[in-house]
């Protein structure tokens, strides 16, 4: 069984600055990974998703990812925020091949302060 | 057209009534879900829908009840719910179940109040 963790669930972050929200997972076959984004009554949105090759994925609105399978991590960043990114984020498993349920972490909030 | 189209957006219900979510896409994909969300969770996947046919039932209770007339719909008929069934009713599509990577299209719920 695959099982994601977003250790923090919330991240307070000043306009414009820098952030990092972070995901680790568990999985004891190869996984595809997710980050989906959820404004305040909205569905879910995919910001970026790691398939194979380059470990660094760029997503939209000026996000990105890493992938690292030694550490089982796939933290989320963004060099410079904005008040509009302020919402739910979840990291997402999705085992490859396999049967095709999603597995999310328990979310992020993300509230950018002026 | 790349919505998911969800109806109502807000349905409060007794625990005896019968009422049906209505989820629609117009984008050609043939695989379609429900997830139900409570508030400051992540959501569970209930069905899956591939090809009009269900194709993953996680263990849902009977009250809840999908169905798939065609491939743009999806409908979850609801009867004799609880108030802990109170969530947002979330349904998606994909292009294709279970070939290489499919991106999920979300639509934005229907938030369901059980008095």
């Known amino acids: 069984a695959q099982s994601v963790t977003q250790l923090d669930s919330q991240v307070p972050v000043f306009e414009e600055a820098p952030v990092e929200l972070r995901c680790n997972y568990s999985?004891?076959?190869?996984?595809?990974l997710f980050w989906y984004v959820q404004y305040p009554n909205q569905g879910l949105q995919l910001l970026l998703k790691?398939?194979?090759?380059?470990?660094l994925v760029k997503g939209i609105n000026g996000f990105e990812a890493e992938f690292n399978k030694s550490q089982t991590s796939f933290h989320l960043r963004k060099p410079s925020v904005h008040i509009s990114d302020t919402a739910e984020y979840f990291c997402?498993?999705?085992?490859?091949?396999?049967?095709?349920?999603?597995?999310f972490g328990q979310g992020t909030r993300l509230t950018i302060n002026p | 057209d790349t919505e998911v189209t969800q109806t109502p957006k807000h349905l409060v219900m007794g625990m005896t009534n019968k009422k049906s979510l209505k989820c629609e896409q117009h984008?050609?994909?043939?695989?379609m879900y429900w997830y139900k969300q409570k508030a400051k969770k992540p959501p569970e996947l209930m069905f899956v829908?591939?090809?009009?046919?269900?194709?993953i039932n996680e263990s849902v209770p009977s009250r809840f009840s999908p169905e798939c007339p065609n491939s743009s719909l999806l409908n979850l008929h609801l009867h004799a719910l609880q108030p802990e069934d109170s969530a947002l009713y979330l349904c998606?599509?994909?292009?294709?179940?279970?070939?290489?990577?499919?991106?999920?299209?979300f639509g934005s719920g229907t938030q369901l109040s059980v008095l």
């Open positions: 998606a599509s994909s292009q294709v179940l279970g070939q290489f990577e499919e991106k999920l299209f």
């Open positions: 999985s004891s076959v190869s996984v595809y």
């Open positions: 790691y398939l194979s090759g380059s470990t």
């Open positions: 997402a498993v999705k085992r490859v091949g396999g049967a095709q349920k999603l597995v």
């Open positions: 984008m050609g994909h043939r695989a």
């Open positions: 829908y591939s090809y009009e046919k269900l194709s």
